[in-house]
């Protein structure tokens, strides 16, 4: 929905996804918009292949970054919590997004708006949390939002605006069937 909508304002795209061949929904698009998007493969998880996608597209200026990718690990009471695949949400959702800044950097500071963008969840405010329960997630989220504090303060004085996004709870394979927002509403929110 990112790139449906960046695309439809004229924005250039280059999309960093887990499985390009996967990418299923991004194929249409591509036709399309031709040139406008460039789909890449990028685990955010791995730094050889968040290296590779840097590479590929810092040729050149890049005026926003939105880190997006995200796991949900599994949600269980705390006698059952499997440190394994806390340890796989906190490496996604906490550390990958400090991984591709901090690699996106030589573009990012050719650009002209140096915009960077995180989305985050209101499940990892400490405030927020009145019904514990989803260790992995909450804990990865609180990570992310201190991770993008020390950012922002870090980068300021180049001009860059570093910034959290909550996009509410959303219909994607993540949020379910049940959540109350549609993509479309969610994106649109979040990029105004």
């Known amino acids: 929905e990112f790139v449906q909508q960046l695309l439809l304002r004229g924005d250039t795209v280059e999309a960093g996804v887990r499985s390009p061949e996967g990418a299923r929904r991004l194929e249409p698009l591509k036709q399309k918009a031709g040139n406008r998007l460039r789909i890449h493969a990028l685990d955010v998880g791995d730094d050889a292949s968040v290296r590779a996608f840097a590479t590929n597209v810092c040729t050149g200026p890049v005026d926003v970054l939105i880190n997006n990718a995200g796991v949900s690990g599994l949600w269980c009471a705390l006698g059952d919590v499997d440190y394994a695949d806390m340890a796989r949400t906190f490496t996604i959702n906490a550390l990958g997004p400090l991984r591709v800044t901090s690699a996106m950097l030589p573009g990012l500071r050719q650009g002209a708006l140096r915009r960077v963008a995180h989305v985050t969840s209101r499940m990892g405010s400490l405030a927020a949390n009145t019904d514990g ?49 549609p993509a479309p509403d969610s994106v649109r929110g979040m990029l105004r």
């Open 133 to 181: 329960g989803a260790y992995a997630y909450r804990m990865s989220k609180a990570a992310l939002n201190m991770a993008v504090r020390s950012m922002s303060t870090d980068l300021r004085p180049e001009g860059f605006v570093t910034v959290l996004l909550h996009p509410g709870w959303v219909q994607t394979d993540m949020g379910g069937p049940d959540a109350t927002l």
